[in-house]
């Protein structure tokens, strides 16, 4: 009976150490293409886009999203700016990374709204209307950078 038990911790043990000796597992960000490609295959289900309309579509998108990534690394680097700078109570340089992060993000803003105003004339007027409705039905929430003003 001793021995059952004392065989039975000592694999539990085992087992234990394996699961803690794995590596965690890391998140990869997906690249600007596979961000493109989700969102033109999800506004292909939405809109029955044409296979004309998905290919300027990936690229408009692909463009955007390659344009975005540098400027989510910089809007990152600006954040920890501040961050320290708010820990060390520098005014001056929480100052300079809140003009920062206002610069990156209405660069993104645009960014989005370029892209999405270059696919919405993409759009026959039926597809128009029912990308509006769809907004409407998202109350105003905007779909992956288009926001209420959009349409």
């Not at 809109?47 to 344009?67: C, H, P, R, V």
């Not at 929480?94 to 993000?105: E, H, Q, R, V, Y």
Request: with cysteine; hydrophobic share 40%.
């Amino acid at each position: 009976m001793k021995k059952a038990t004392l065989t039975i911790f000592l694999a539990v043990a085992c087992m234990t150490s394996l699961l803690f000796a794995q590596a965690p597992p890391t998140h990869t960000p997906p690249n600007p293409a596979t961000i493109a490609e989700h969102r033109v295959h999800f506004l292909t289900t939405l809109l029955s886009l044409t296979s004309d309309q998905q290919s300027t579509a990936l690229g408009i998108f692909t463009n955007e999203a390659a344009s975005a990534a540098p400027l989510y690394q910089q809007l990152k680097t600006a954040r920890q700016s501040l961050a320290a700078a708010v820990k060390s109570n520098n005014s001056g340089a929480i100052s300079t990374a809140s003009t920062n992060i206002g610069t990156l993000t209405g660069q993104l803003a645009a960014n989005k709204a370029t892209a999405d105003a270059a696919f919405y004339q993409l759009l026959h007027l039926d597809q128009q209307n029912k990308l509006t409705q769809f907004e409407k039905q998202r109350h105003g929430r905007g779909f992956r950078g288009m926001g209420p003003g959009m349409m």
